[in-house]
């Protein structure tokens, strides 16, 4: 019995340690349960209809990085309804300055101070989709295959078919010799957009989407009349802040993978739950990242676990899952598997996918 618990204090031990020097990126993201509405919402920024009032407004964003940095100077919060053909989003961000320079659809928005929507219906950190919107109600929409990270390249072609976006502004816009308030962003995004290809699947009870929400918010002063962007010495702009729901960990909203939670339902009693495989999941990508470190130090992935310094058994919970890995030099492919339970891969560029097995 006392070399029973001594082994599952080692292993315990060992699990924590496999983690050591990446635990920003593997904080909890956020969660929401998005109710389901048969309200008719008009897209004026207004939130007027009975269902908004009723629906309940996320944590206020935080910055981009987490805990480590300060909170946002200013109040950001974001609300969602669905139907059974919508995603519907609104946000409020408090704005003592409004101002805005882009004026066409697919400028590039986050010139702006700007709201940014990130989705990834299937939760596989590839083939998701971005909306951006300012305060003159113009659009920047992007679908990407793939995270830049691996190699994927924006499609800025793409369009969200029938989307529909309203902006209210307290306050004017372009006058910075008065003090502004905030300003409410509302979209309807409708869900057979959200696909390449095939058609979507719908959500149903419980079904788990991926999502984040970003805030891009410029330093600026006020010059000649205007809101100009503050610059450092050399004249280049200041970085601008990035305000975010579920903190990614680092400076970059491209790794799905830190994107929040969204679960749909229409019980007006349902409680958030987070899936065992979605815990296995964890260490799919505990092995991507080490793997990442490895190569970037050697110039080629890590043929075995032990040489990530990975033990091959996962504990979570009370439950077991092997952890396998096929490596080459330049290629690698992982799994994690519970008994009675499906098998989870992931490979080089991030993608997760569940192995279907033969009856």
Do not use: C
């Amino acid at each position: 019995m006392l070399f029973v618990f001594l082994l599952l204090i080692s292993l315990e031990l060992k699990a924590q340690n496999s983690f050591k020097g990446l635990e920003v990126l593997f904080s909890t993201p956020k969660n929401y349960v998005v109710q389901h509405t048969d309200d008719v919402l008009k897209m004026d920024g207004n939130l007027e209809e009975s269902d908004w009032q009723k629906t309940a407004w996320t944590e206020d964003f935080v910055d981009i990085e987490g805990a480590k940095k300060p909170l946002p100077k200013l109040q950001t919060q974001v609300k969602m309804l669905w139907n059974d053909s919508t995603l519907f989003i609104a946000a409020k961000l408090q704005e003592p300055q409004l101002w805005a320079t882009q004026t066409h659809h697919d400028d590039i928005i986050y010139k702006d101070n700007d709201f940014e929507v990130f989705i990834d219906p299937d939760n596989n950190t590839h083939q998701y989709f971005e909306i951006e919107i300012n305060q003159f109600n113009k659009i920047f929409d992007l679908f990407m295959p793939k995270p830049y990270r691996n190699g994927g390249n924006a499609l800025i072609g793409w369009d969200v078919e029938g989307l529909q976006t309203g902006v209210k502004l307290d306050g004017t816009l372009n006058q910075p010799q008065d003090e502004d308030k905030s300003w409410t962003v509302e979209m309807a995004i409708p869900l057979k957009s959200l696909r390449m290809g095939f058609s979507l699947i719908k959500p149903k009870e419980g079904t788990l989407w991926r999502i984040n929400f970003s805030r891009v918010e410029w330093d600026t002063k006020i010059s000649n009349g205007k809101n100009e962007k503050l610059k450092n010495a050399a004249g280049k702009d200041l970085p601008e802040h990035n305000w975010v729901w579920s903190p990614q960990g680092v400076i970059n909203m491209h790794y799905p993978e830190r994107w929040g939670y969204l679960q749909f339902s229409r019980k007006a009693d349902a409680v958030f739950t987070l899936s065992f495989s979605e815990l296995q999941k964890q260490y799919l990508w505990l092995v991507y990242y080490r793997q990442k470190q490895y190569l970037q130090k050697n110039g080629k992935y890590a043929a075995t676990l032990a040489e990530l310094h990975l033990e091959p058994i996962a504990k979570i919970g009370e439950r077991e899952s092997l952890l396998q890995m096929d490596a080459s030099g330049r290629q690698f492919t992982a799994t994690v598997k519970a008994e009675g339970s499906v098998a989870i891969s992931i490979n080089d560029e991030g993608l997760i996918e569940t192995i279907k097995t033969k009856p």
